[in-house]
């Protein structure tokens, strides 16, 4: 079965085991670790809807401070009531007024120990219709802000041995058609991923990419016909609070071995494709020529 076809139709149940892959710095996720938590402070963008609320909402009950970025003032004031949220509107097409705002905000909290790079944009496109400016507004807000929002922290994170998680999809590793931009985006976060884990070792911060399978949201659900059933009877989709439940564990230092890995999450029908994917594309998909 391909991984194309999984990565949007794959079931879920709840995983039983642990499985590694060293070959290409992915992991496939399994079963949580328990350790310890300290309170922290925490920006999370996209924090509105889908993923990025889940995970504001998690930090929230777990007791954390949780500055909240996204462009919905409704939504952002429906998690205010918290005194531990703290809330930024704003529109990371803005690159520079997002900077500014973050910038401003962490200062006045005094610093910053987890940044969730969670905001995206999706929009299925072939080739012929991925125009530039397409392209490169897909690439702001997927990309170019997440780079941004590291640069802006980098002082902070290496005060607190803070943490990095870039959150990321399954179609970094196996894009569908119709994915030029997107996926171009969500590989190239992952490399932001990669260096910042490798750069910041010396300091103490760790970096991971999340990538899901399909999960539950607004964003997909805008993507997808209704006409597209459950597959084998089952959900086709995670729901948010399961990779809010990951961003936990990374916190917790579960995922600790794996500092500038993907920590892949396919439902347990999409594992053996994406096992057979990294196994044919050692080194990801690299051959050395002389």
């Known amino acids: 079965m391909q991984l194309q076809s ?5 079931g879920f149940s709840q995983p039983q ?42 930090l929230l009950a777990r007791g954390d401070t949780v500055v909240g970025v996204g462009r919905s003032r409704a939504a952002l004031a429906e998690l205010s009531p918290s005194p531990r949220f703290v809330a930024v509107e704003h529109d990371l097409h803005d690159i520079d007024g997002f900077t500014t705002k973050l910038s401003t905000t962490v200062g006045e909290l005094g610093g910053v120990d987890l940044l969730v790079n969670n905001a995206g944009v999706a929009e299925s496109r072939s080739i012929p219709e991925s125009t530039p400016s397409f392209v490169q507004e897909t690439l702001d807000v997927n990309l170019a802000a997440p780079a941004a929002a590291i640069h802006a922290l980098w002082p902070h994170l290496a005060t607190s041995c ?8 399954l179609a970094q590793l196996d894009p569908f058609p119709g994915f030029f931009a997107y996926a171009a985006s969500k590989a190239g976060l992952h490399l932001l991923t990669v260096v910042a884990a490798a750069e910041g070792a010396p300091s103490g911060i760790r970096a991971v990419t999340i990538a899901p399978g399909v999960v539950d949201t607004p964003l997909h659900r805008s993507m997808m016909p209704d006409s597209i059933p459950p597959t084998d009877g089952k959900l086709a989709v995670f729901q948010p609070i399961d990779v809010a439940r990951v961003v936990c564990e990374v916190i917790d230092g579960a995922h600790d071995t794996h500092n500038g890995w993907v920590l892949a999450m396919p439902a347990p029908a999409a594992v053996d494709a994406i096992e057979e994917w990294v196994s044919s594309h050692p080194g990801g998909g690299v051959k050395i020529v002389q």
């Not at 999984?6 to 794959?10: G, K, R, S």
């Not at 300290?38 to 995970?55: C, D, K, Q, Y």
């Not at 803070?162 to 999809?169: A, K, L, P, T």
């Open 17 to 58: 085991n642990v499985h590694k892959n060293d070959g290409r710095g992915i992991r496939l996720r399994r079963e949580p670790k328990e350790l310890g938590h300290h309170h922290m402070i925490a920006v999370v963008t996209g924090a509105t809807s889908g993923i990025g609320r889940a995970i504001a909402e998690a």
């Open 6 to 10: 999984l990565a949007m139709n794959d």
């Open 162 to 169: 803070g943490r990095i998680i870039n959150v990321s999809s």
